[in-house]
């Protein structure tokens, strides 16, 4: 049978008589596989090292394969013709047009896969120094270690920790493009589908990748990968964006921090309008809605509240759950809906440099690169952000991982996980 990779690699297995091939991963939606009608056949000799030619005789194959009833969510878009018919549908309509959540596939590849390649040099201009946290967390590994940056971006921590052997991968090409520029080894691939194999790698980075994934199962699937290319006894540093940006007073990150200074932009200078507006607001509002709660409401609901729990799957979904339930006005009865609701509605536009007010966001980013044909147009990219307690609960979810430990840093969840046997 013969196999070919899109780059142009091929690759020819030999199939005994009364065998089975089961294909999975790559091998069955990367690769194209056939098998060439040709008399003759090149195979290794049954005895020595040398090859010989074999004559072919009658072939007698069957293929089995599943039928999808519903829209593909496989890591190969590229490839799916699923994916192709929607993504088609959707071009042919509004460009603005945001798909549903529902279609989570389709979500992120138009608004976290496509605008990471238009952005790439602009937002690589802004990625410079890397993170305190996570560089001491590399400068402590063991001489010699293999490091995978999952989502390396530009390969801002591919630099220095010369004591480690360090490689990178992204989903753009684009970026991937800048850190090879750089000088860093890198390579394309989604992080739900890592082409390296299990147990080889000593540790890993995910650093703002998790929180583009647009449904638990896919992050949580994630956070499997990670685990499953890592060593037993292997770490990883994962970073999610953080819905509590004043977490603490002393920890705010400086996503909230940039509307209380000198703005460097018109974008910031609006924010911040738009911040003191709502603060000037505020002030003048009953304590409840201060509290995010409808004027109507002055405390939780317990019966509210054992809903939202029951249709929850995490603790920390629960209390989000809740908190839209009750900022909507949605009685108790409708509660089991919020999230379908949710889903079925076009996703809100976050307002910048402001506070949370929704877990999945588009963010919008202002392209500033001038030498690029999309300068100065907006685009907007998915965002999951976390709540307390979330990330957490999902890395729980995996018996082949010990939580070291967990913070708070720069308006982000952090984790440090361990795989263990």
């Known amino acids: 049978m ?8 091929q690759l020819s297995v030999f199939l005994p008589q009364r065998s089975a091939i089961v294909m999975t991963g ?3 939606y990367l690769w194209t596989h056939g098998i060439t009608p040709r008399k003759t056949d090149i195979v290794r000799q049954t005895e020595g090292s040398g090859l010989t030619l074999q004559q072919r005789q009658r072939r007698t194959s069957f293929t089995f394969r599943k039928i999808r009833r519903s829209p593909c969510a496989c890591a190969f878009a590229e490839q799916c013709d699923s994916q192709k018919r929607q993504v088609m549908k959707t071009e042919k309509g509004d460009d603005e047009k945001t798909p549903h959540i529902s279609n989570p596939v389709l979500m992120e590849r138009i608004h976290v896969h496509q605008v990471y390649d238009r952005i790439a040099d602009h937002f690589s201009g802004t990625r410079h120094t890397q993170w305190p946290l996570v560089a001491k967390f590399l400068s402590v590994q063991p001489p010699g270690s293999l490091v995978l940056d999952i989502g390396c971006g530009n390969g801002k921590y591919l630099a220095g920790n010369e004591h480690l052997i360090k490689l990178g991968c992204d989903r753009s090409l684009e970026l991937n493009k800048i850190s090879q ?13 890592v082409p390296i194999r299990s147990a080889t790698i000593d540790v890993c980075l995910s650093i703002a990748v998790i929180h583009h994934l647009t449904t638990q199962e ?10 499953r290319i890592l060593q037993p006894g292997g770490q990883a540093l994962v970073y999610v964006w953080a819905m509590e940006q004043e977490h603490d007073s002393s920890l705010t990150s400086n996503y909230i921090k940039a509307t209380k200074g000198p703005q460097s932009n018109e974008e910031d200078k609006s924010s911040a309008l738009m911040s003191t507006i709502d603060d000037s607001n505020d002030k003048k509002k ?3 809605e201060l509290c995010d709660l409808p004027p109507y409401i002055t405390e939780k609901s317990e019966t509210l509240e054992k809903l939202a729990r029951k249709n ?9 759950i809740e908190r839209q339930a009750l900022s909507t006005g949605d009685s108790c009865a409708n509660v089991s809906n ?13 307002v910048n440099r402001t506070q949370f007010k929704h877990q999945d966001v ?3 980013w202002h392209n500033k690169d001038k030498q690029n044909e999309d300068s100065q147009r907006v685009f907007h990219r998915f965002y999951h952000v976390f709540c307390e307690g979330e990330l957490e609960q999902l890395c729980h979810k995996l018996d082949c991982a010990k939580l070291l430990h967990s913070y708070y840093d720069r308006g982000n969840w952090c984790v440090i996980l361990q795989k263990v046997i």
């Not at 013969?2 to 690699?9: A, I, K, S, Y």
């Not at 919020?338 to 976050?350: A, C, F, G, R």
């Open 181 to 193: 520029q750089r000088g860093f080894e890198v390579f394309t691939c989604d992080c739900l589908q």
């Open 26 to 28: 790559e091998s069955r």
């Open 312 to 320: 929850a799957q995490t603790e920390a979904e629960a209390l989000c």
């Open 362 to 364: 588009l963010v919008p």
């Open 338 to 350: 919020v999230q379908n609701n949710l889903q079925e509605k076009s996703l809100p536009i976050h």
């Open 2 to 9: 013969d196999f070919r990779h899109p780059n142009g690699q």
């Open 286 to 288: 009953p304590a409840a």
């Open 218 to 227: 896919r992050r949580l699937t994630a956070v499997k990968e990670i685990l």
